[in-house]
């Protein structure tokens, strides 16, 4: 009784937060464009609501009954489950009472018209335009930090809200790491041709293509849909409502295939937490980082191997020409190209994780208070010429190309690196269960991949952090290793 | 300040509204079908935190700041708009304690699921599958009758969310001298060839044509938009965001052109009316039959005016080469053609009253409990060989043809030819003031219409009741005489 009293009025919340995730979906793909400034008004609304609900005296009262809330001693015997979420419900509590509503409401408001700036600014190639609301968004990430508090580094209290218990230094260590590794394979790279992969494919063709691969990783069109917008994107209110947007298909044939197939993994993971524990912490996905390696395994690991492309390639075939005389073998080749280029979304998995290293170097630099807003912009280029060896020809393709720090995410970028070295391990396990997976997608498709996903990861929800999920799942404690010698392996 | 004060938690009120109207527009257009279910129980919060703002502790204590809440007597001196918001500040409050938060959250709930039964049933043309859902829509109605209370009948109570002050008698004797003078008009039709209006129109192009023609009307893109759904409507949430709707271009070219300009007539009184009184009654609009008469001035009174199509039919002809050969007079005739039909949105300026007259003796029928549910259908039919002379062959193109009472909108019908009589009144005054204005539409397009409305009612927002309002802007009482009489001169 008393847990059920905690989960409906988080449940509440939840809810709220969910109609504000539909109105930022709507923002990027129908929003007529002169409302921007009322539809931050109306997130902001929503934030409060949310923050007053998860503060209020109710919902105190509520949580103390299960849980001193000073020193986390539980007043319940529960399941380990239960158990499990009711600290976590105190966790999220205590994060969250360190700020106060009016803070909450302001950087709602703010990111809401940061990210209307900003695709002006994109559109302009102008960061001069975007700079001054980015001063703003910076100052206001500085408050939260100092707000919430932190042990070693400012960056680590945003960090936190992405990757729940990942600090700073534990990043810097890993992504030395992958720096290094990526680095040295970059430069062992063999000549490949992928001229056919640029080219006039037909737009409806290629959504169709899409879709169909969609359905056939379980993506179920009953309970979301694919819509336009400017950066690709998920997002979900409830297992039964997990949408996808995508860029309108262009020239670059693997971009919306790459695209569709990851974020219909972040939509896949939302689909398959246990809808009836919807509003609690079981209910919810782990971290960003795990989320991102529910996408990436589909992107790469899956999207990008032999066995996916020995079943599709026929279909492609069928629907484009340009591949008539492309044997599966070059194509194949071709598509995992290492090439040093401008834009991440775009870049191959050996380049992919410097990109993610460069924007968690600027921005650590901007919370610490090392780098300047206005410096952005030529240390962009300059770090994008230290680890990449190219440089953007202007801010579109540089330092505006991301939507993520007009929506004062900062704090997320590490975790788009982190899911691949989650991604690394679950694959790991993935063919220790399935040894004869190849064949298996040849024949069967790719819903078996779908189901081990979810019985490893999507069903349990927050019951396991990062670290400890990863363990369950694939029986092995969290490292780089896989992810570094999968990468040796591959190229 | 105790005036702003109160401003402010209306409006706060005011965008959960709007926020709920958004989410009722995803549902109609975009939303995912299986979240059908999902999307009720986000209605049900935002219905129930609406209503907690507008009734709490701090909103009573704010209005009884300017108001004494029992006598109505005026605490401050304020001029008259600001009087006259107070006033209706205070009459909506007294109408909405008499609900509870749980009775306003269950009617949210059932009447979104019972959208979706109702799709479903329409599809099926099965009213038996509706009927269970619309039996609890109209106990809910009656009950909510019973909580607002009545004098006469109870459907006054409900009457009176949609005109306020209306009374089901006086709608009776309105409705009483429309029935017998378009009962009359009917019989004395000539018959005219209207198969031109029928064919193979290319979507894109009918779109295309609309789209001028909102844009001609002021109808500004920036701050709209025109999507489809299975019944066409308006939706806003605030000035600078008045979506349309509108059913995908079929065979009846004039069903696209007459949908498009009354939603548009909807769409542009949201958009005009002030935004800076947004939130309060200065910045509603009055009623739904003073909304109703702006979409049919757009579409009737201008859309099918000689003087109208004067200066856009080239642009038709060039566009559709059905009318290559159809002389203006011809096609005006044809689209002026009375002709008893079975769906009111697609039926002439003559018949239509007769479709409302049938839905309100229904409804009125539903609420007192003089007819059950269960007979919908079968006196649906009757009703429609008694007034029209024509039987649906199935309950979709019959009782299940409009959406409105899976809304629990009942009283909303009424209001439908209550915007005829307002808009012919309106029309008096509009060819008063521009008595040259066939040769305007001609040479100068659609702007001085829109101005014209926005100075008579837009701006006004609630400043007077329905009746005052047209006093105010014609000048005139409020009566049936100039509708039948522009009927009599026009058949």
Redo the contacts between chains.
Sequence with gaps: MKYERLHTLSR?AE??K??AS??DW?HET??????A???A??LK??AG?EHEKLTSDEYTKALSALIDIKTGKLKEKLIASKKRAVELWRRDYLKRICLPKEFVEEFAELASNAVSVWRSAKEKSSFKEFAPILKKIVALCKKKAELVGYKEHPYDALLDDYEPGMTTSEIKTLFDQVKSFSSALIKKQAKIDDSFLTGDFDPEKQLQFCTEILKDMGY??????V?FSAHPFSSS??P??S?ITTRKPGRHIMSTIGTLMHEGGHSLYEMNLPAKEYGSPLGQAVSLGMHESQSRFWEIWIGHSKPFWKRYYPELKKLFKQFEKVPLEAFYKAINKVTPSLIRVESDEVTYPLHVILRFELEKGLIEGSIHVDEIPKLWNKKMKELLGVVPKNDAEGCLQDIHWAMGAFGYFPTYALGNLYAAELFDAFTETHKNYAKKIEKEGLLFVTKFLKERVHKYGRQYDSKNLIKKATGKEFSTVPYLRYLDEKY
């Design positions: 509440e809810m709220l969910g109609i539909l109105l709507d129908y929003m007529p464009e002169g409302s400034h009322f539809r008004k109306q609304i929503l609501l179920d069109f009953k309970y979301g849909r819509d209110c409830h039964t409502d949408r």
